[in-house]
């Protein structure tokens, strides 16, 4: 059977128009990857999604002319991470998490899903807590990171770490550092009023162990003591 776009079906027709389409869309027409954010550098695009990326996108415009892929750039990044001032030089494709973990060696926050499904990667940054695997460690230049690391006063544990202990708010502690980083955010954010509120704001981070009462029981008690 010939394959001409005249005698195709419709509803494959529609579907080939449908790819090259968002391969316009995407790409340009279609532009390489390199071009792609070279051209979005110098638009009100930039804009649109934030100061942040555009100042990414910017850096990676001017490594375009490079010989390697704008993908595989290394870019320098300043930041603090647990009241110490860091400098890398960081993959722009490498997650917060990965940076952490990999480059880092801070591995108290754990990768679970890596979807942000989960919260077992949850850290604080400027002090507000996110899902640490679908951030992009380039967009946090100058920021302020704190890890389950960086939450202990030398020997002595953060109130909510004390009370995760008490109350024995853990069983195999693979979600453990995301609950606690989420749970002093939460204490912050003042979503502590009531069971159901504690469990609402705190249900990004899953515990496949089901030591949720327990979560929740130290959540209170931190909260109390930190009144």
């Known amino acids: 059977m010939s394959s001409s776009g005249d005698e195709l079906p419709d509803e494959e027709r529609t ?43 910017q850096k990676i415009s001017e490594t375009a002319g490079a010989s390697a892929p704008a993908s595989t750039a290394k870019l320098p990044l300043q930041l603090k991470i ?25 591995t108290g926050s754990k990768k679970g899903c890596d979807h942000g499904q989960c919260g077992a990667c949850t850290v604080l940054v400027n002090g507000r807590r996110i899902n640490s695997c679908l951030s992009l460690a380039i967009v946090h230049e100058g920021d302020e990171v ?20 008490e109350h024995d708010g853990f069983q195999c502690g693979y979600c453990t ?25 705190m249900s990004g981070n899953l515990c496949r162990c089901g ?3 327990n979560i929740v029981d130290a959540i209170k008690d931190a909260a109390a003591k930190s009144a």
């Open 177 to 201: 550092p995301g609950q606690i980083c989420s749970a002093v955010a939460c204490i912050k954010e003042g979503h502590v009023k009531s069971d159901d509120e504690i469990r609402e704001w």
């Open 82 to 106: 647990n009241g110490k001032d860091v400098a890398v030089e960081v993959d722009t494709r490498t997650t917060l998490l990965d940076l952490l973990r990999e480059d880092l060696h801070l």
């Open 15 to 57: 579907l080939r128009s449908s790819i090259a389409l968002d391969e316009i869309l995407i790409f340009g027409s279609p532009e390489t990857r390199r071009r792609f954010l070279k051209q979005v550098a110098g638009t009100s695009a930039v804009i649109a999604v934030g100061p942040r990326l555009g100042l990414f996108a």
């Open 146 to 165: 704190t890890t389950i690391e960086g939450l202990a006063n030398g020997e002595q544990l953060h109130p909510v770490q004390a009370a995760f202990v």
């Open 211 to 213: 030591a949720y009462p």
